[in-house]
């Protein structure tokens, strides 16, 4: 068990290191980035912003097409402010998987951004949203260690 609460029930089942550093060349603060796998019907691994304040999960469109994504798997079309930049896109299910370095995975399917145009994306990183993905995990960071701890909840 890697964290508990103080009866003893797991708070965290897995744990791994994450990046603090610009996500882009033009951040000028550092930001939480994990390791992480979406899977549609390919996977591929990711490194992904934590970003609490985002309405979804916002996977960039060029390896959203790599790992199989295609106009059927929209659930919705909505727009969402990326930066500054106004995205129009599809929301889909996604299977992501946060990878343990200690303690064992936790996979989440959860509501997922595809934004229209690799243009307009404009080299943003991936995101890891609130929304849809964040709220459906406990998860605890040590910013000692650079350790991001997850468990279902």
């Known amino acids: 068990m890697i964290l508990q609460f103080a009866d003893g029930e797991p708070f965290a089942v ?11 060349d033009q951040d000028m603060s550092d930001r939480i980035q994990l390791p992480i796998v979406f899977e549609l019907s390919e996977a591929t691994d990711v490194l992904a912003v934590v970003d609490t304040g985002a309405p979804y999960s916002i996977l960039d469109p060029l390896i959203a ?6 106009p059927e798997m929209t659930l919705e079309r909505t727009a ?6 106004k995205l129009r896109g599809s929301l889909i299910r996604l299977s992501t998987t ?10 989440i399917d959860s509501t997922t951004f595809i934004p229209d145009s690799e243009e307009q994306w404009n080299q943003f990183p991936s995101f890891i949203g609130q929304a849809g993905f964040l709220e459906r995990i406990r998860f605890a960071i040590d910013p000692n260690t650079n350790t991001f701890y997850f468990g279902a909840p």
Request: charged fraction near 10%; hydrophobic fraction near 40%; proline fraction near 3%.
């Open 65 to 70: 097409k790599q790992i199989g994504f295609s």
């Open 98 to 107: 946060l990878q343990a370095e200690v303690g064992e995975n936790l996979t």
């Open 80 to 85: 969402v402010t990326v930066r500054g930049v």
């Open 14 to 24: 897995g744990a791994t290191t994450y990046l603090y550093a610009p996500a882009t």
